[in-house]
């Protein structure tokens, strides 16, 4: 086999295909997927590492955005009921001190 029927395999089993590629990216774009599939190590692992650092906080405020979640729900019916809460707190005291002083 002559070399350039060499190359030419030799370039068949080692292309990337550019749907793959895009596909990684699609996917896997903010991991370097794609860089690492194109033989770009340096910064596919870089920004893979980035990612895995990274994630941990976006985790964290995810899952903190979800347990506010009742909290969020509390403070919008309190919005409505403030207005019976001061009422009731005020005949409240009204009542204690009229319970209080002597007539």
Avoid at 45 to 52: D, E, G
Wanted: proline share 4%; hydrophobic share 50%.
């Amino acid at each position: 086999m002559s070399d350039s029927n060499q190359d030419i395999m030799r370039y068949d089993a080692n292309k990337k295909s550019l749907l793959i590629a895009y596909l990684l990216w699609f996917f896997f774009g903010v991991a370097g997927g794609h860089r690492l599939y194109i033989g770009s190590k340096k910064i596919g692992i870089a920004m893979l590492v980035y990612t895995l650092i990274t994630i941990i906080p976006v985790i964290l405020t995810v899952v903190a955005l979800i347990l506010w979640i009742p909290q969020v729900i509390i403070c919008l019916i309190d919005l409505f009921k403030l207005p019976s809460f001061v009422r009731g707190f005020n005949n409240n005291l009204i009542d204690k001190i009229e319970s209080q002083t002597p007539i």
